[in-house]
């Protein structure tokens, strides 16, 4: 059973960096579509960025050039290193997995549509102007 545990969220002031944290267990490294979410009260779930099993990275156009996903597969970790925030940034963020995705299209899970299969219990990012 695939579990996920986000941490490092918090509140910064609008510039600032902070950097999220998944602690993941329970998969195969290299067979799971990996990947970052947020949402709002007002908005609906928007898709952050995602690392697919080939290694190769998608973004959100909304968080490119600011945001960097990566994973450290020795210690079984996802992050988001989340630089340049604004206050539009401000969310729950959660990590996600999904080993039901063919290779390749990992970066399709990002759509307002797709619901990846493992779910984090969320850290909240609050950042102020």
């Known amino acids: 059973q695939v579990q996920l545990v986000e941490s490092g969220g918090g509140s910064v002031q609008a510039g600032g960096s902070l950097r999220l944290s998944c602690a993941t267990s329970?998969?195969?490294?290299?067979?799971?579509?990996l990947g970052w979410f947020r949402q709002t009260d007002e908005d609906e779930r928007e898709g952050v960025a995602i690392?697919?099993?080939?290694?190769?990275?998608t973004y959100a156009d909304s968080v490119k050039g600011r945001f960097t996903i990566s994973k450290d597969n020795a210690k079984n970790i996802l992050y988001l290193q989340m630089n340049t925030l604004k206050p539009e940034d401000t969310a729950m963020y959660y990590c996600?997995?999904?080993?039901?995705?063919?290779?390749?299209?990992?970066?399709?899970?990002?759509?307002?549509?797709?619901?990846?299969?493992?779910w984090g219990q969320g850290t909240q990012v609050t950042v102020s102007s």
């Open positions: 329970g998969y195969t490294s290299g067979r799971y579509c």
């Open positions: 690392i697919d099993k080939d290694g190769s990275t």
């Open positions: 996600a997995a999904d080993g039901d995705t063919v290779s390749g299209f990992c970066y399709t899970l990002l759509g307002p549509y797709a619901h990846p299969h493992d």
